[in-house]
């Protein structure tokens, strides 16, 4: 009797162990925002040293979630998960020479589809530290962007944890997306797979505090109306709703657009309800609405799961292509 009821055991603590590793978890999300968004990070200036740090985090992370490295080879010759995008020394003198990016690849399962890439991406950078301030002086970025920064990290966790989907994932926190963008246009020009098989791109932005204009536990999807991207998500089970204040123009104010002027696929996923904090000292760990932020990153994991591993490819709709 003793060993059939061990086996039923073992057969039950695998099937609820399998429901858990597929979750996103409070407490990580907590532990990873809390030192991206830290004093000690400095505000993560764009092509700063603690970009860099945040970079080289984000890529351990990456690292031990089992992804693929996508980023730069070192004088070793081991491959890593940060890509130094140098910069024209020729632009403005107050710009900045280096910025990098933290890229985790999780390679396809089925050799017809991994071609074919999905992009979860974010910016890890935000905009320093103000010395002519008195009080606070340390821009921390909770929300913008160390919110989307663990997004990502979160999603790379769980979808890497599970069984391996057929089309290939690439992880991205890109560098200076807020002094032009440098990251992803370096990412970009240097693409590691030709633009056209990139199948969409999901881009992560303040995702910290709820918009209420929006339903309890949404996020909203800038250019929402533009591709076929965001109503097959939703109807798969993304508390994902149309972009609220169109007249922002949040559709060309991240990363997503440098890829949607080239054609791809490529949105904004956020829930910035245009709180006060917005590039502010104020913007802390201690504002963010974990509990939300956890359920909502939730509902998106079965939907990217399943697009991971369908041969859907979202277009954009009839005169929505934004122009180059
Ligand atoms: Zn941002």
Redesign the pocket.
Known sequence: MKTPRALLALVLSLSLYAPILAQIREDNIRAELGFLASDAMQGRASGSNYERIAAEYIGSQFRQFGLEPGGDTDSSGTKGFVQRAQLQPATQGAEPRSTWNAIGVLRGSDPRAAGEVIMIS??LD?IGVNETLTGDKIFN?AD??AS?SVAVMELARVLASGKRPRRTIYFICFGS??RGGHGSRYFIANSPVPLTQIVADLNL??LGRPDPKVPPGTLWLTGFERSTLGPELARRGAALVGDPRPEQNFFR??DNYILAVRGVIAHTVSSFGMHTDYHRPSDDVSKIDFPFMTKSLNSLVKPVRWLANSSFRPTWLPGQAPAR
């Open positions: 974010a910016h935000h970025g913008d962007d989307g997306e807020e932005e303040m104010r991240s």
